[in-house]
C-alpha cells in the first residue's frame, strides 16, 4: 500500500537518492549534480514546503515537488515504477489545482505517455537552451475540466 505524506526534513536523503538514481541510470542525462548536491536541493524543497513523497513499507518510493500550479519534479524509485507511485503523486496534486504546468526534456519518452495519459497537454517545445541540463524540453499544463 502506497502512503502520500508531507515530506519531513529526515527524508532529504531518501528524496535526494531518487533524484541522484534516475540520472545515473538514464542514458541521456547529464551527470551535473553530486548525490550530495542532489540530497542538498531535496532539503531545500522540503524546507519550501513543496514536496509529498510517496511511502511503501516504511520506506520513501517516490516524491512531487509542487510550487502552486508549477510541477518541478515527479519521481519514483526505479524498483516501484509502472505499480501506481506516479499516478498516486499526480492525483493527490490534481486534487488539491485546477491547473499544473512542467516541463519534460523531449528524450523522456516515458515522462511525456504518463502525463498525457493524466490529461496534460503540449504547450510549447524549447532547444533547451534555458534549462541547466541543456536538452530540448517540452512544457505541459494540465486544466481541470470545471474550473
Given amino acids: 500500500m502506497i502512503v502520500l505524506r508531507p515530506a519531513r526534513s529526515t527524508d532529504a ?7 541522484s538514481e534516475f540520472t545515473r541510470t538514464t542514458d541521456w542525462m547529464p551527470h551535473l549534480h553530486t548525490q550530495a548536491q542532489d540530497i542538498a536541493h531535496a532539503g ?9 513523497v510517496a511511502v511503501h513499507d516504511n520506506m520513501v518510493v517516490g516524491f512531487a515537488a509542487c510550487d502552486g500550479a508549477d510541477l518541478d519534479a515527479l519521481f519514483v524509485a526505479a ?6 507511485v506516479g499516478t498516486a503523486l499526480l492525483d493527490h496534486l490534481r486534487d488539491n489545482a485546477d491547473r499544473l504546468e512542467l516541463w519534460t526534456f523531449q528524450a523522456n ?12 497537454q503540449e504547450v510549447t ?3 533547451g537552451r ?15 475540466e470545471d474550473a
Avoid at 79 to 84: I, L, S, T
Fill in 44 to 52: 531545500r524543497l522540503i524546507d519550501r514546503g513543496w514536496v509529498t
Fill in 130 to 144: 534555458r534549462n541547466d541540463e541543456q536538452l530540448p524540453d517540452i512544457q505541459f499544463e494540465w486544466k481541470r
Fill in 79 to 84: 524498483f516501484m515504477r509502472g505499480q501506481g
Fill in 13 to 19: 536523503g531518501s528524496v535526494g537518492a531518487i533524484l
Fill in 109 to 120: 519518452e516515458a515522462a511525456q505517455k504518463f502525463y498525457i495519459k493524466h490529461g496534460f
Fill in 125 to 127: 517545445r524549447t532547444d
